[in-house]
Nanobody, 129 residues
Framework: QVPLVESGGGSVQAGGSLRLSCSNS??????????MGWFRQAPGKEREGVAY???????TYADSVKGRFTISRDNAVNTLYLEMNSLKPEDTAMYYC?????????????????????WGQGTQVTVSS
């Protein structure tokens, strides 16, 4: 198991910002080789991919967040980040980080949950208008 713990969620007004963090509490050099993603799930909706960063720090984003969200990673402290700016009410969801330890994102694509082996418990983001 790779325990992933998200933090940084909260309630903000539209136009505000939040920074989510995802830490891997089990120190391992293998973390540097994981491809990582951020997902979100709103009530009654499917889990959707928001942002992705490969082990070599290639990044890509869902169209809905492009230009507003930034994904990054600090391998020295085994932590993944999601900087969220210009938040909108439609960004309201539970946000999850996920780890692909087997390279399945290259085979299946980054935006599908099936490509990720490990998941955090989620952190809630609520954006009010």
């Amino acid at each position: 198991q790779v325990p992933l713990v998200e933090s940084g969620g909260g309630s903000v007004q539209a136009g505000g910002s939040l920074r989510l963090s995802c830490s891997n509490s089990r120190t391992t050099s293998k973390y540097n080789n994981y491809n990582m993603g951020w997902f979100r799930q709103a009530p009654g909706k499917e889990r959707e991919g928001v942002a992705y960063i490969s082990s070599l720090s290639f990044t890509t984003y869902a169209d809905s967040v492009k230009g507003r969200f930034t994904i990054s990673r600090d391998n020295a402290v085994n932590t993944l980040y999601l900087e969220m700016n210009s938040l909108k009410p439609e960004d309201t969801a539970m946000y999850y980080c996920a780890a692909d330890s087997d390279g399945d994102t290259f085979r299946l694509g980054w935006s599908g949950p099936a490509a990720y082996k490990y998941w955090g418990q989620g952190t809630q983001v609520t954006v009010s208008s």
